[in-house]
């Protein structure tokens, strides 16, 4: 056994490989939401969310930072996680370009924080920012849950760099 306590050789890693490796872990797609200082709302699609805390309730976020909407969360210091169902692709699409206005035509309402709620998701969850963290190119957003909500339905899945769903046999 070594005394070497330096760790590992760290080598270079391809950043197109990278995403390509990772990519081969199935998540949810979800659209976080948020206003900024005039009350506008703002969303991007995203599927770098996770739970972290039961008690107290907490959800993490990763959001790019040249994100239009990562200077509003910071600074609003609330948001919503959008759980979307199968049917929601469009919706999707339409949050994760940049630019124009995403939330027209979309139907949605505020609960707790204020954060938009789109009334296509399977399942939201409202919340207060808790803490910030850097993390390279992403900044990690860690909300304390003040409400949540789950209507049912199949969700969209994300695996490989194309959307899915579950089959009829899940």
Sequence with gaps: MSDDTSGPDVTEVDPLEFREV?????????????????G????LTANAFT??????PLVLVSVDKKAES???LGKSRFFC???????SEDLSN???KSGGDKFEGVSHSDRHTGA??????IAWVDCHLDQVYEGGDHTLFMGRV???????????????GKYHRLSDSD
């Design 70 to 72: 990562h200077e509003h």
């Design 22 to 38: 990772l990519g081969h872990f199935a998540t949810g797609v979800t659209i976080v939401t948020t206003r900024d200082s005039d």
């Design 81 to 87: 996680v959008n759980v979307l169902g199968e049917a």
């Design 51 to 56: 739970s972290v805390s039961l008690d107290p």
């Design 94 to 96: 339409k949050f994760a």
């Design 146 to 160: 003040t409400g949540l909500h789950a209507k049912g339905g199949r969700p969209l899945l994300y695996y490989a």
């Design 40 to 43: 506008n709302p703002h969303g």
């Design 116 to 121: 938009p709620v789109l009334d296509d998701a």
